[in-house]
């Protein structure tokens, strides 16, 4: 199984940064992508970005521009970095793993990450 825990939250000025974390154990090499989610109050879940093992990232094109997905695979990490951000940007941030052992293909989320965007 994999185990994923997000870090780097927090209440941030518009306009301003933040990186956000996500640290994996257990199964990590089993892992093939990895993704950030977000999800504001009142609103579905919706992908931010991805990364592949091979360090292939994309962006759905409201993510493009203002946010960055990267991966130390050597500490097991993922990161977002997030700038120029924007109230809009306020929600419950998610890692997410996907992960094949002995042939099944699963998922796991992390607990969430709290950013909020003040105007």
């Known amino acids: 199984q994999v185990q994923l825990v997000e870090s780097g939250g927090g209440l941030v000025q518009a306009g301003g940064s933040l990186r956000l974390s996500c640290t994996a154990s257990?199964?990590?090499?089993?892992?093939?992508?990895m993704a950030w989610f977000r999800q504001a109050p009142g609103k579905q879940r919706e992908l931010v970005a991805t990364?592949?093992?091979?360090?292939?990232?994309n962006y759905p094109d409201s993510m493009k521009g203002r946010f960055s997905i990267s991966r130390d695979s050597a500490k097991n990490v993922l990161y977002l970095q997030m700038n120029n951000l924007k109230p809009e940007d306020t929600a419950v941030y998610y890692c997410?793993?996907?992960?094949?052992?002995?042939?099944?293909?699963?998922?796991?989320w992390g607990q969430g990450t709290q950013v909020t965007v003040s105007s």
């Open positions: 257990g199964s990590v090499d089993s892992i093939s992508i």
């Open positions: 997410n793993a996907g992960f094949s052992i002995d042939g099944t293909y699963s998922t796991k």
């Open positions: 990364i592949t093992k091979e360090f292939r990232t």
